[in-house]
């Protein structure tokens, strides 16, 4: 059986405790009961409470939980939530016992990692504290192995982030050994003569009206696009909806990435054209490819981050190897040419694209504005030399209208 769940805790042993997507509803609505049936303080009066006791517990949150009582030691009793899995410390005034809701089972279940084996034969601490920092509170994709013969027992589990073996990764990182470690090359460098390379995007047929956005402009002519199919009234087709669940999952194997960079070499190879992830001024990384050595000392690297267009120079400390299973993704920003206009030849703005000194800046603003934030539509010309479009804006004129009205372009029959 394989599910979506959020893992809520990990314990101290390294039990994994998720919350299966499924129970989220149910889950909710119990928390909402039992804030109305409990109001207030706990149970101020002495109680002799017992191990295993049922009970309700007041979060740092102000909200109540289930939960037992996992040991008794003075006016300080340890519980366990039994929704969420974590154990903590709780003065006996913020507990209460009650016998509600003991028939609805814990919404939450322990698990394990499937024939996993830590190191020295137990989880050690700095694994525990990775697994947490790397874990909660993230949706993952859990694979049923084996059931416990106690259903109060672990459920042996393979868990997948990003497209990665938990399992795998934690092997690569010598936290434990595992049975199956076959994602461990997709956390591999490339090795010997290997190139890797990024598949490209689909397109439309030709004549076909799709919608899109402009990640990056580089002159009014020249521009990169995505195939938006969050923005299509239509039913999409099957290209729009192939790219929209490449885009998705690109998105989830990225936030991980980004999770896990640290624990990714830096590049040492810098071959033109070379894939890599690239850390963005947002602080974030990205799939990019390396361009050109700009400077020697320090070493400058001019990259594109290929799912956008956008050009970054950045230094070797912000370059790092891309795990294997990025490269499965089709790059999503596609460069193409805009049909139908070319530069003024009267243009007397003296302010010129340097890289692009036929078109005027101003020109260049005043297709950003078109474009920014903009639904819009394309329709492929040409694929051939060049991928040329006609781009529509969202009252569904072509935008290149504006340029020649204010004359900074002029129609190109």
């Known amino acids: 059986k394989i599910f979506q769940a959020v893992v809520s805790c990990i314990g101290g042993d390294g039990t994994i405790y998720i919350i299966p997507k499924l129970f989220e509803t149910a889950l909710n609505k119990l928390m909402v009961e039992i804030q109305n049936t409990f109001k207030g303080l706990g149970l101020l009066i002495p109680y002799c409470?017992?191990?295993?006791?049922?009970?309700?517990?007041?979060?740092?949150?102000?909200?109540?939980?289930?939960?037992?009582?996992?040991?008794?030691?003075?006016?300080?009793?340890?519980?366990?939530?039994?929704?969420?899995g974590y154990i903590e410390s709780i003065p006996q005034c913020h507990l209460y016992p009650t016998t509600f809701y003991t028939r609805i089972p814990p919404f939450c279940i322990p698990c394990q990692l499937y024939k996993t084996l830590p190191i020295g034969n137990f989880w050690q601490q700095d694994a525990v504290d990775y697994l947490q920092e790397l874990l909660k509170n993230e949706e993952v994709e859990i694979h049923v192995k084996e059931l416990p013969d106690n259903p109060w027992d672990k459920l042996s589990i393979s868990l997948y982030f990003g497209g990665i073996s938990l399992s795998s990764?934690?092997?690569?990182?010598?936290?434990?050994?595992?049975?199956?470690?076959?994602d461990i090359q997709k956390l591999g460098t490339f090795e010997g003569d290997l190139s890797p390379s990024y598949l490209l995007q689909p397109l439309p047929v030709p004549g076909e009206t799709f919608p899109v956005t402009v990640t990056h402009l580089v002159s009014p002519k020249e521009v990169y696009i995505c195939l938006d199919s969050s923005g299509n009234l239509t039913k999409p087709s099957a290209t729009e909806r192939a790219a929209s669940c490449d885009s998705e999952s690109l998105n989830k194997a990225l936030k991980w990435c980004n999770k896990i960079v640290k624990t990714l070499p830096h590049l040492t190879n810098f071959k033109k054209e070379l894939p890599c992830l690239a850390e963005y001024v947002d602080g974030l990384w990205y799939r990019a490819k390396?361009?050109?050595?700009?400077?020697?000392?320090?070493?400058?690297?001019?990259?594109?981050?290929?799912?956008?267009?956008?050009?970054?120079?950045?230094p070797t400390s912000r370059l790092r190897h891309i795990p294997c299973h990025l490269l499965k993704y089709p790059v999503q920003a596609v460069r193409v040419l805009l049909a139908g206009f070319r530069p003024a030849s009267d243009d007397k703005n003296v302010e010129r694209i340097p890289y692009s000194p036929e078109w005027s800046l101003k020109a260049l603003w005043t297709m950003v504005d078109c474009v920014?934030?903009?639904?819009?539509?394309?329709?492929?010309?040409?694929?051939?030399?060049?991928?040329?479009?006609?781009?529509?804006?969202?009252?569904?004129?072509?935008?290149h209208l504006k340029l020649i009205e204010m004359g900074l372009a002029e129609l190109d029959q």
């Open 290 to 314: 390396l361009l050109s050595v700009t400077q020697l000392v320090p070493v400058q690297i001019l990259v594109q981050f290929v799912d956008y267009g956008t050009y970054l120079v950045a």
């Open 49 to 84: 409470w017992k191990k295993g006791e049922a009970c309700v517990v007041r979060g740092s949150d102000t909200l109540w939980y289930r939960a037992k009582i996992v040991e008794v030691s003075g006016s300080t009793l340890q519980v366990q939530y039994i929704d969420h």
């Open 372 to 399: 920014e934030g903009k639904r819009l539509s394309a329709s492929i010309l040409t694929v051939s030399p060049e991928v040329t479009i006609s781009l529509y804006g969202d009252d569904k004129n072509l935008v």
């Open 169 to 182: 990764f934690m092997a690569y990182q010598k936290y434990c050994v595992a049975e199956d470690c076959q």
